[in-house]
């Protein structure tokens, strides 16, 4: 055996603790790309705590938000407890949306968390301290009919939430609030801003979907009109970022806001990987693309997120993070 399986075990039993029971089915979603030794451990962590574990390996998506294989969303949506342990994001398809928004299908998002981000200090923070300091960010964003954005990079967007939830998305699922989706390590609040409202400029300055492994080396600029996003400027990844849409993307992909969010984990670090980057205690990402995965209304083949640092939020005019600092 792996001598990382006894490693991460206790590591992974963590979200298993916060949503599972004994005699659950859970399926584990993965693929050919996805470190093997993670839902290994998975697996093992589950049997020990008598929840009946099934594996579904599938061929690795081409891009973020591909939708899995028919057989993958069958198992998906038959199962009580469904983990994504994939190499790219797969929260915004149809088959996820199915899974545990129709089926009310407890879902755990772990995609990308590999062993060194399992392994590093953002899995063990203290997630009852965090759930609480994110209950009041959500009430802030929930109650809010619009939101502002800025950061000292050049990010200043607008957008209207009027009408719309948001979540404390923080390593526990909420059933009888609604609430069925939670990623591990976590630690975020998210709201899908209303389509069409978003305008202003926004900045990625710490890293993006398109760009895996590593930080930006330059930021990218999007300016937005009328909630879409009608220039992409900036350097190589800017480029980058815009061949990506059109390659596997469509028309909804230039969406934007697609999402506003901020991250709560303080144990979190800078890393290149959007799965650890968007939990980073007060700094900001706004998305492109589909909304669906709360309560937006458009949907698209892509939602890609970017990260920006020192942001501040404001909601109706009031400031809820002043620049990097949550003051709600």
């Not at 926004?202 to 890293?207: K, P, Q």
């Not at 501040?312 to 709600?328: H, L, S």
């Amino acid at each position: 055996m792996d001598p990382r399986i006894i490693e991460l075990m206790p590591v992974v039993k963590i979200p298993l603790e916060m949503n599972c029971n004994a005699g659950d089915r859970m399926v584990i979603v993965t693929d050919f790309a996805f470190e093997p030794v993670v839902w290994q451990a998975m697996s093992a962590a589950a049997t020990q705590m008598g929840i009946e574990t099934t594996i579904v390996m599938m061929p690795t998506r081409e891009a973020h938000q591909g939708e899995p294989t028919w057989a993958a969303a069958e198992a998906m949506k038959a199962a009580d407890v469904c983990m994504y342990l994939t190499s790219k994001a797969m929260v915004h398809t149809h088959a996820a949306k199915e899974s545990y928004d129709g089926k009310k299908v407890r879902t755990i998002i772990m995609e990308q968390a590999d062993y060194s981000i399992l392994m590093g200090p953002i899995a063990k923070a203290d997630y009852v301290k965090i759930q609480e300091e994110g209950r009041r960010v959500k009430e802030a964003f929930t109650q809010a009919k619009e939101m502002t954005i800025l950061t000292e990079s050049g990010t200043n967007i607008t957008a209207s939430v009027e009408g719309r939830k948001s979540w404390c998305v923080a390593g526990k699922v909420f059933p009888e609030e609604g609430q069925y989706v939670c990623a591990f390590p976590d630690g975020e609040v998210p709201i899908m801003p209303v389509e069409g409202t978003g305008n202003g400029t926004v900045v990625w300055d710490t890293s993006a979907h398109h760009i895996h492994g590593r930080l930006l080396k330059e930021p990218i600029k999007i300016k937005v009109k009328d909630g879409w996003a009608v220039e992409i400027t900036g350097g190589e990844e800017a480029s980058a970022l815009i061949e990506y849409i059109e390659k596997y993307g469509d028309k909804n992909s230039y969406n934007c806001p697609a999402e506003f969010a901020v991250g709560l984990n303080p144990a979190a670090r800078p890393r290149g990987i959007v799965r650890e980057d968007k939990k980073l205690y007060g700094y900001v990402h706004i998305a492109l693309g589909s909304t669906t995965a709360l309560d937006g209304k458009l949907h698209s083949k892509l939602h890609l997120d970017g990260l920006m640092k020192d942001a501040t939020i404001k909601c109706d005019g009031k400031i809820v993070v002043d620049k990097g600092r949550i003051v709600v």
